[in-house]
């Protein structure tokens, strides 16, 4: 058994035992949380819901960008390079077991890294640099939420969380370098100065 492999194993237990000691409060949370995040809908949701007002729609285009960035470096590259399978799919394991345990939370696709949590991690590092520090860190407690919550119905391994951790937060940056590239073209930055939707059709009418 190599050292990752114990890690994850480690872990996976460690989410078996809050499943089982408090199981009765966390596991609707952290499905809610889990299935809100399926194809990145709540993210997506959210940041076009940024874009309708002028004060934040700076975090919300940052914010798609960066979603669509993870989507392309989980979904599209690294799970089909890596190609790892669920923890869940050797039904001999205690993977195996402790995701029929927690209810069984259906998902297919490659594991490795997890998508749910890149693209929470994205979105939050994307508001973390679009809003005042002081305050805007809170946001990084959502990719925390998330990640465990797929560890903790054992769709994943610890070290696919981990991972995007670090892919999500890269392109949470590239985000916010692709976003000053794009204030360098008129258009894009009239569509920012527009104070609404009401001002964003006038617009587009004249142009």
């Known amino acids: 058994m190599t050292r990752i492999f114990r890690i994850d194993v480690w872990f996976a237990a460690l989410a078996h035992a809050a499943e089982t000691e408090w199981g009765g409060v966390l596991t609707p949370v952290l499905r809610a949380l889990s299935v809100a995040?399926?194809?990145?809908?709540v993210f997506i949701a959210t940041a076009l819901l940024l874009l309708v007002f002028k004060r934040t729609r700076k975090a919300g285009c940052?914010?798609?960008?960066?979603?669509?960035?993870?989507?392309?470096?989980t979904e599209v590259l690294l799970k089909n390079i890596v190609g790892?399978?669920?923890?869940?799919?050797?039904?001999?394991?205690?993977f195996y077991t402790y995701?029929?345990?927690?209810g069984?939370?259906?998902?297919?696709?490659?594991?490795?890294?997890?998508?749910?949590?890149?693209?929470?991690?994205?979105?939050?590092?994307?508001?973390?640099?679009?809003?005042?520090?002081?305050?805007?860190?809170?946001?990084f407690l959502i990719p925390l939420a998330m990640g465990f919550s797929r560890v903790y119905f054992q769709v994943h391994y610890v070290t696919d969380v981990t991972a995007s951790?670090?892919?999500?937060?890269?392109c949470g940056l590239l985000a916010v370098y692709v976003l000053k590239l794009l204030f360098r073209l008129s258009f894009f930055r009239k569509f920012m100065e527009a104070k609404g939707i009401g001002e964003l059709m006038q617009r587009k009418k004249q142009s």
């Open 37 to 41: 995040g399926n194809s990145g809908a």
């Open 62 to 73: 940052a914010a798609l960008i960066a979603l669509a960035a993870s989507v392309l470096f």
């Open 84 to 94: 790892r399978a669920r923890p869940f799919t050797d039904e001999t394991s205690l």
């Open 99 to 102: 995701w029929a345990d927690a």
């Open 104 to 139: 069984s939370l259906p998902a297919d696709g490659y594991s490795f890294p997890s998508g749910h949590t890149a693209a929470a991690m994205a979105f939050a590092t994307a508001m973390f640099f679009c809003f005042r520090k002081d305050i805007s860190w809170f946001f």
């Open 165 to 170: 951790f670090a892919v999500g937060f890269l």
